[in-house]
């Protein structure tokens, strides 16, 4: 596999596994704890999430500011625009976001370290996406942060407006969020 710092904010990590394929279609290893751990993936991974979006979905930007969870994301159907944005006011990127499109083509991961909000719209008319998580989900600690917030500026690939949660509408601006030290 190939293990790829991201450009912009060098924690994430983007992650391609050898696919093996033929007319039967395909097999890769999706984590094996030995070779992620040497690649800086550190777990435990404690908690397994699936979610199933239609196209123009937009999820995020969630973090959690206490129990903060590290999230190995894959598409398992579809394909997804991922992104992860730095929510750690001591980092110099703080504030700075990445973007990388995550399909079931291209088998690519993306490993969002804690202190780093994370979402996704859907590019595809159905996505699945699987995403191991380093501690378990409490929604008591989990925050928003506005989708479309300027100070971040994220280049969404949305050809309309996005179908949003409730949650995600009341996102709240990078600068009135609570976030990481």
């Not at 990388?100 to 780093?116: A, K």
Request: hydrophobic share 40%; with cysteine; net charge negative.
């Amino acid at each position: 596999m190939n293990v790829i710092p991201d450009a912009k904010l060098p924690d994430v990590l983007r992650i391609e596994p050898r696919a093996f394929g033929d007319a039967r279609g395909f097999f890769f290893e999706s984590h094996q704890v030995e070779r992620y751990t040497a690649a800086g993936i550190v777990g435990p991974f404690v908690q397994d999430n699936i979610s199933r979006s239609a196209r123009g979905t937009l999820r995020g930007l969630h973090f959690q500011i206490e129990r903060s969870q590290a999230k190995l994301v894959q598409v398992i159907r579809g394909a997804i625009f991922d992104v992860a944005v730095d929510v750690r006011k001591s980092s110099p990127t703080f504030g700075h976001w990445t973007g990388h499109v995550l399909s079931d083509e291209n088998h690519h991961q993306l490993y969002i370290p804690v202190g780093f909000a994370h979402g996704f719209c859907v590019l595809s008319e159905v996505a699945d996406v699987l995403y191991k998580c380093t501690d378990t989900y409490f929604p008591q600690h989990e925050r928003a942060i506005q989708w479309n917030d300027p100070a971040i500026g994220i280049a969404w690939p949305l050809e309309v407006p996005p179908i949003l949660s409730v949650k995600d509408q009341q996102g709240k601006p990078l600068a009135d969020a609570e976030t990481f030290a």
